[in-house]
């Protein structure tokens, strides 16, 4: 109202779309002193504090029933003839508008397609977009500095070939290939087997590593220093074998054992669960805790969490996806009913486990759910994408925040596709106090959330 004409892509327009995407209830009602003020200040002719135009200000009905699809230029520039006030004399005390929501050129395309998403490390974050490029956010403050550090894999992972990524607390990346262990980023072989390997897992440096053959009567283990041990196993075991972290799971004779193998020699069976089987491998692992989700009857599943060098089972509940920071393990879940988003999560130390559950009944579009450290973080996709962050049992009545929009002001002037609409599904990972979104659509894109604001990430390749 009293600065220098606006673009359509100007910091004015971009406060103004900030404004509307949150939704501030007092606005534009609480600018009315301020813009009274203005056109007392212009003087124009016939004009007056209290004529129609006015009298809607204050009530903050003005701009009712208008939408962005208005010119913002012709909105918020000044007329030919009106004289422009300096700033100071009617801006004093005007309230700080809300922090500006992410658009379409703030968020940057780190990926080309969209992609499954991997996540390593456990208080430094990596993550593997697909077959194409890994990028690691460092731990800072409690949770993630917004700068990601990407890479793409070596050229020997660029032709067809069958690989995955070896199972870490850090964030350096290492890959399971055919021939064994290999550096992801330049491909140098770390440990050479001789039978193909159907995971690794890398604690503290020694990697431990699982045959995929039709033998798997023993583990590999290569220490930091380099020297390699065969751990010979009690017996061959069948596929349902996994390693998590150091120690060797498998199902037998209608339970769960497994053995230890960070000693010198493999240690005896122990029991993890009875009347239990493993399922697809659900696991995670920081250098404190462990967890493995195990199956329990039918359709219901239990969490064995490794604490203090003891195993123990939480109660039964639904298939979570696990989470490991530091001492604790989360499981998450969630499932769109025609009642709403019914999530179930599961929190776990060394001291036991406690369940939670809430219902959010405003959630459409594809959507992803993530812990941030005691909080839970729900991301959504409708007209934009949305977010919600908190404490669990308060999810249903917390207010949304924006994510991302991608319209600009000329595309929906002219009806233009809004780039919001090619956002075709969204994954979230948490660490701390931080989440980092992933926009899958044209192109995978990274946004940091922190205290349910979104910020820009920073890409840089390596």
Same mark, same amino acid.
């Given at each position: 109202?009293?600065?220098?004409?606006?673009?359509?892509?100007?910091?004015?327009?971009?406060?103004?779309?900030?404004?509307?995407?949150?939704? @501030?209830?007092?606005?534009?009602?609480?600018?009315?002193?301020?813009?009274? @003020?203005?056109?007392?200040?212009?003087?124009?002719?016939?004009?007056?504090?209290?004529?129609?135009?006015?009298?809607?200000?204050?009530?903050?009905?003005?701009?009712?029933?208008?939408?962005?699809?208005?010119?913002?230029?012709?909105?918020?520039?000044?007329?030919?003839?009106?004289?422009?006030?300096?700033?100071?004399?009617?801006?004093?005390?005007?309230?700080?508008?809300?922090?500006?929501?992410?658009?379409?050129?703030?968020?940057?395309?780190?990926?080309?397609?969209?992609?499954?998403?991997?996540?390593?490390?456990?208080?430094?974050?990596?993550?593997?977009?697909?077959?194409?490029?890994?990028?690691?956010?460092?731990?800072?403050?409690?949770?993630?500095?917004?700068?990601?550090?990407?890479?793409?894999?070596?050229? @020997?992972?660029?032709?067809?070939?069958?690989?995955?990524?070896?199972?870490?607390?850090?964030?350096?990346?290492?890959?399971?290939?055919?021939?064994?262990?290999?550096?992801?980023?330049?491909?140098?072989?770390?440990?050479?087997?001789?039978?193909?390997?159907?995971?690794?897992?890398?604690?503290?440096?020694?990697?431990?590593?699982?045959?995929?053959?039709?033998?798997?009567?023993?583990?590999?283990? &290569?220490?930091?220093?380099?020297?390699?041990?065969?751990?010979?196993?009690?017996?061959?075991?069948?596929?349902?074998?996994?390693?998590?972290?150091?120690?060797?799971?498998?199902?037998?004779?209608?339970?769960?054992?497994?053995?230890?193998?960070?000693?010198?020699?493999?240690?005896?069976?122990?029991?993890?669960?009875?009347?239990?089987?493993?399922?697809?491998?659900?696991?995670?692992?920081?250098?404190?805790?462990?967890?493995?989700?195990?199956?329990?009857?039918?359709?219901?599943?239990?969490?064995?969490?490794?604490?203090?060098?003891?195993?123990?089972?939480?109660?039964?509940?639904?298939?979570?996806?696990?989470?490991?920071?530091?001492?604790?393990?989360?499981?998450?879940?969630?499932?769109? &009913?025609?009642?709403?988003?019914?999530?179930?999560?599961?929190?776990?130390?060394?001291?036991?486990?406690?369940?939670?559950? @809430?219902?959010?009944?405003?959630?459409?579009?594809?959507?992803?759910?993530?812990?941030?450290?005691?909080?839970?973080?729900?991301?959504?996709?409708?007209?934009?994408?949305?977010?919600?962050?908190?404490?669990?049992?308060?999810?249903?009545?917390?207010?949304?925040?924006?994510?991302?929009?991608?319209?600009?002001?000329?595309?929906?002037?002219?009806?233009?596709?809004?780039?919001?609409?090619?956002?075709?599904?969204?994954?979230?990972?948490?660490?701390?106090?931080?989440?980092?979104?992933?926009?899958?659509?044209?192109?995978?894109?990274?946004?940091?959330?922190?205290?349910?604001?979104?910020?820009?990430?920073?890409?840089?390749?390596?």
């Amino acid at each position: 109202m009293t600065g220098e004409s606006v673009t359509h892509n100007g910091p004015d327009a971009t406060r103004l779309r900030a404004i509307q995407l949150a939704g @501030a209830a007092d606005w534009p009602k609480r600018c009315a002193p301020y813009a009274a @003020a203005v056109e007392g200040a212009l003087r124009h002719e016939g004009g007056s504090r209290h004529d129609e135009g006015s009298r809607q200000l204050a009530d903050g009905k003005l701009f009712e029933h208008l939408s962005i699809d208005s010119d913002v230029e012709a909105l918020l520039t000044p007329a030919a003839d009106e004289r422009i006030v300096a700033l100071a004399d009617v801006a004093r005390d005007v309230p700080a508008p809300p922090a500006p929501t992410l658009l379409a050129h703030d968020v940057v395309t780190v990926a080309s397609r969209a992609s499954q998403l991997t996540e390593l490390g456990d208080h430094d974050l990596a993550l593997v977009l697909s077959e194409q490029v890994a990028c690691r956010f460092a731990a800072r403050d409690g949770g993630l500095d917004p700068v990601a550090h990407c890479s793409y894999p070596a050229d @020997a992972f660029a032709q067809p070939r069958r690989w995955s990524l070896v199972r870490t607390t850090t964030a350096e990346l290492q890959v399971v290939a055919d021939d064994g262990i290999r550096a992801f980023a330049t491909g140098e072989l770390v440990l050479a087997t001789t039978t193909p390997t159907a995971q690794a897992s890398d604690v503290a440096g020694s990697l431990f590593v699982w045959p995929r053959d039709a033998t798997r009567t023993s583990v590999l283990r &290569r220490a930091p220093t380099g020297a390699t041990t065969i751990l010979p196993l009690p017996h061959k075991l069948d596929g349902s074998a996994t390693v998590v972290r150091d120690q060797l799971l498998w199902t037998e004779h209608g339970r769960v054992v497994g053995v230890d193998l960070s000693g010198p020699k493999v240690g005896p069976i122990y029991v993890v669960a009875k009347a239990a089987h493993l399922p697809e491998p659900v696991t995670c692992a920081t250098t404190e805790i462990a967890a493995a989700l195990v199956v329990s009857g039918d359709d219901t599943y239990r969490v064995a969490v490794l604490a203090n060098g003891a195993w123990q089972l939480s109660a039964t509940g639904p298939r979570y996806d696990l989470h490991c920071s530091g001492a604790t393990v989360t499981g998450l879940t969630a499932e769109a &009913r025609s009642s709403g988003l019914e999530i179930a999560r599961l929190d776990c130390t060394a001291a036991g486990c406690t369940p939670s559950t @809430a219902r959010i009944g405003h959630i459409a579009g594809p959507f992803a759910v993530a812990p941030i450290g005691s909080a839970t973080i729900v991301v959504w996709v409708d007209d934009l994408v949305r977010g919600i962050s908190g404490p669990l049992s308060g999810l249903a009545t917390a207010k949304p925040f924006a994510i991302y929009d991608g319209s600009r002001f000329e595309q929906l002037s002219r009806r233009q596709t809004s780039a919001t609409e090619l956002i075709q599904g969204v994954d979230v990972v948490g660490r701390g106090a931080s989440a980092i979104v992933v926009l899958h659509g044209d192109g995978v894109r990274l946004v940091h959330v922190r205290d349910g604001k979104p910020e820009r990430v920073d890409v840089v390749f390596d």
